[in-house]
């Protein structure tokens, strides 16, 4: 690192003279430490899937659980520093429940992830708080069909057809990019998604009983039981 | 960079001797990575184009789109942070849709976009935040008929005839400069738009779908459909 | 610049060892890149001259207008940072109207004046915060008389027979400390400024369409067209 | 420590530039210099357990004691600052008695532990403030059945069936790591988890009479007098 | 200037080791800049006499005036930074009136220099703010007889038979320490006023049209005409 | 010292590297240097006994006695910064009587130290502010009998049979542990802690009469009349 | 001074390594450079007296007057930065004000000292303020009869026979630590008190006319006319 870097990437509120925001690189790091999961759409769904870092046999597994439901037709799945992610998975809970109160019914998604992006936006840009060191892909169905969103620690978001966080992004995504294809069923779905998560993760254990979460048109979100996702495991 | 300078950009409240706000101009530079992208008056109306970078295929092309509807009249597209930039949008409606509860008819143009740099301006006079590392183009129709501003990171905002902004700005304002007349019509200004931003845009594949939307004298904002905008690339 | 400066000059609220506020200073350096401007009173009214630096043909030149009415008989010229300027304009705007509403009567132009400058002394003197770089000049009628004051980033206001601001402040100066009478006529007063800005703009171009703005004794302000002002330029 | 790190780790908002936290990570050493302490499930039950460091024969027991109950079916034991632990289980308890007031029910130990949580995630996120220096092992019963969550200074929240927290916290997790059992009975379960604890505290004198508190089904939490601990001591 | 100094002189709530505020003293240096002006009690009144800077011939007199009424049985006359002393003589009669509508009748004098000099103090003491650049003489008539006093940047007061400030104040109180009598007559008071400011000025100039303000027991504050000004230049 | 430390300890809200709060040991320091205090139990009650520095003749002795009434049944000695020592002796006074006029009976001694704890420990994780340099001695009478509690700048609080804080604490605390038995009269009681403070109190002038004072069941709070006093002196 | 000072000096809110707060100290530096004034009980009263700093014959007597009522039964005399002064002799008469208005009686004498000092604690702990530059006498007559008290920039308070503050504090007391005995008549009080300013104050002119106040039983507070000073002055 040079002198030059360390005079702009200590305060949070300032530009570096090429117009980066150091702090809001640097989260991305945390999140680079992160355990790997990925979003991927189906013909007429979504699905999340995650590996699962299983650090001791004494830890409850639900307490390793990295796929959340927000209502029952959206979920998210983080990574990064793991409080920063439970804070806002908490904040986007509530602002999918308050707006069921105060309009009768639950958040457009796009709108959804925009709220918690603004959030993130926010600590990027007031002195005083550090950025939210976590990323989030938020997958659902909503009135234009199924929908796949991931937002970063500088608070953007995009809408993707597949998308990974997390240490193994760069080789799940390149992996994805080759294989995937429109118009799969969820079973295809899945099983390329598991693919590519193997395909990226160096610890083996940590793919011996991922997380799977999808939704499709018509129904909820469903997480699936240890005996779904072991049909998928050979 | 000299010791000199660093002593001042560091902190934005504060003016270097001679007279200029380092953050302001360092913001700029996030602009000038950010996408090109152009308006451009014509006899009857305005046009807004935008290259759009598709950095994967795997991202859903609505979540590219860089032209963004104000209202049925008004629309605007960026260059820089691309959250700095949806929270400055959501300003910019919030602020629109006020007006017209309050007062029963939605704002004049001229006002939008200072309600806009003012918030902007803010940012680089307060201490504890940074500026908006963004640029703005607005459009639309109001009495005065079509209307074409910028906003920068200073809170500037000018009227113009064309104007552009992001990494290829320089290029694409000597083309417009040698190249445009007033009252061309519609399709030649579209036409012009689009050589000049092929004059800028060293991606070629940035350019294979460009954005296009506009906006004629007694109509609403029109955003091009792909057919539409395939007409203009030969 | 030598290093016991440097100590001093990056926190706005402190004070040299000399008594200096080092960011006031610097402030005023912002405003010597501005365009150069004056008022000149003549024997039953006052005129407001700037040159009108046009950087491209691809401007609305609307959008150039240095000269901003307050009310229909106050306007103002300013110099420096442009969104500052904006910003400073519409707060002497709403002042005035919150005068009226309030009290049935607009403000008297000092008044005004000072409720601007007391705005600007603030941001000399509290932390947090820095100066506008800008200066104003006020011209008007009021029921003393034809008034002309300037305003400059530290607060300070005087009032004037002639002023001027911005990069050729100390040449239009200098012409008008030698050359200036009272009792001139409306027209004698407009050929004398422009004459004096003449004398202080090496940019020709910027001098071919000045702004000229004047008020009489009995008559609201009035913004010269383009055929008026040409009718000066030779 | 090399110059690199002392930049980043005295401001607690700043991430590191690979994305580290070091206040929270400093704060973590706080807890290492605690007093030992584990919570183990067993088949209808959960026990705390903890070293009770006699430091003078001055002090009173009670004055001692780690194990603190939240109410009658949820119990703490921390490790750390004495009195960032004090402050932290009073805002436990005070969360608890509000939602009994407000709702007619104690909280669902899982959202108890958040509330905790959430507050101490807050102490790494905002300016102004330390992070808590402290650990702590919630256990009880809930409608789920019984449950046993540690909370780390970086507000991090995992779910158990054995944990330890404090100075020998590794080699107690090593010890359970490979002797622990599901469905152990409560009598098997504080014998093992007293093996555990002796394995990892140097000091003798600290295990003479430690402290052990449990909860069964259908039961409230039982802290064990001196009588029945001894009785586990040979 | 010393090393040792450098290191408390640019925080103003910190003393420096033998308990001095530097802040509050190089304010006093920007009042040492200011015009030089002078009180002066006579038998049975004050007077208030300040030279006039005339930095141009195209400035209205009226600008320069230096001596201010708070209201008709008190003026004052002001040395140091323009604008500083603008926000301060406002704060006097504000507090002035306020107290007129609240209790009926004016501020005793004193206590009038108090609540300025209160605000002047707090100025001092408190961070984020830097100590007004201004020496403020006021004179007055109330109960007690004729008033004089000052008050400084540190927000001292004290009451006088005569006082200077601004550049020149050391040698007009050496000319009045030697020269003052008590039970002059208005006259001997405003000749000898005279002559001690023309032993201090160097610009002869700024003596050739003085201001002088007086008044007399029975009677209101009175600024003399250039006619009666020009009766004491001789 | 070494220049890591300085690093860390000039900032009261960071942890350093080994997870310590320098302010905190730093305020001990202060009271390291305070007067020499401690509490005993004896069978049925608790005294308090302080060394009385006497400083010089002309003190009033009443201004000397650092044993302070809260109420009837509660006593505290403090050693520390003395004007800390008032507030939060006044903080505590004040939060008992709030006690009592909300709910009727005084509060708990315990819960009476832990709300003068928590005030001290938020002092200690805030920033812009310092810990208290304050270690107190709480004894007194409630409900479960004779309650003795030492709270130091931390806000750690612990209950003891015997404590000592201030200089000679160490002193102190070793003759108690190798002297002190349970069960002693009110008379043993108060010679053991004489001849415990004269083992540590290098100044004999300061023991010439010491403050004494105890509580005993069924009674309130006793401070000793200098014949009290004297009749333990030898 | 050496390094290691400097680095905990010049930050209110932080202790030095061996407990000290340095700006406190220095605050006291400013004291000793103050006028010497003193505080003495006698029989059935209590005076005070203080030198009296002619700087000018120019300055009003009056306005040189150190020793203050609060009101008809305390007094009160200060030492050190006189705008600080001033400002805490009003804080000390408001609040016995609305002690009166509040209570129907003027508040106990200790109280109205610690309501003072208080305060002035508070500006040692609290950041971006510095702490009162000012020590202060305050001596009266309540219930308990004479009193005599100093508080000083730490907010520590302590009640005396006699007392001195200011630059000649350290003779005075040495001077009265000798010769001061109870049971002093007015006269002999006055005249011991006299006798020990002049050993301390270099400046003779400064004791032509000390000033002289004293209350005795039964009667309010009396400042001493000049006629009455100079029969002590031989």
Redesign the interface.
């Known amino acids: 690192?040079q002198q030059?870097q360390?005079?702009?990437?200590?305060?949070?509120?300032?530009?570096?003279?090429?117009?980066?925001?150091?702090?809001v690189e640097?989260?991305?790091?945390?999140?680079?430490?992160g355990s790997t999961a990925l979003g991927i759409k189906f013909k007429d769904g979504v699905a999340l899937i995650s590996e699962k870092k299983v650090r001791?046999?004494?830890?409850?597994k639900?307490?390793?659980e990295k796929i959340q439901l927000i209502d029952d037709r959206v979920a998210a799945v983080t990574s990064g520093?793991?409080?920063?992610a439970?804070?806002l998975i908490?904040f986007a809970r509530i602002s999918d429940q308050q707006e069921k109160v105060t309009y009768g019914s639950l958040m457009n998604i796009e709108n959804l992830v925009?709220r918690v992006?603004?959030q993130?936006?926010q600590?990027?840009?007031?002195?005083?708080?550090?950025?939210?060191?976590v990323s989030i892909i938020f997958a659902g169905l909503d009135s234009i069909g199924p929908r796949?969103f991931d937002c970063d620690p500088?608070?953007?978001?995009?809408?993707?057809?597949?998308?990974s966080i997390g240490a193994g992004k760069d080789q799940v995504?390149a992996y994805?990019?080759k294989e995937?294809k429109e118009n799969l069923s969820e079973d295809e779905a899945i099983r390329m998604g598991i693919a590519a998560l193997k395909s990226a993760v160096a610890d083996e254990s940590s793919m011996k009983e991922p997380e799977i979460a999808s939704i499709k048109m018509g129904e909820t979100f469903h997480v699936f039981t240890s005996e779904e996702v072991s049909k998928y495991l050979n």
């Open positions: 690192m030059g360390m005079a702009y990437d200590r305060a949070i509120t300032v530009f570096s003279p090429d117009g980066r925001l150091f702090q640097y989260a991305r790091e945390a999140v680079k430490k001791s046999r004494l830890v409850e639900t307490s390793l520093l793991v409080a920063d439970r804070v908490d925009k992006a603004d993130m936006q600590y990027t840009q007031y002195g005083g708080v550090r950025p939210y060191g796949l500088a608070g953007t978001i995009n809408e993707y057809k597949c998308v995504t994805l990019e995937y």
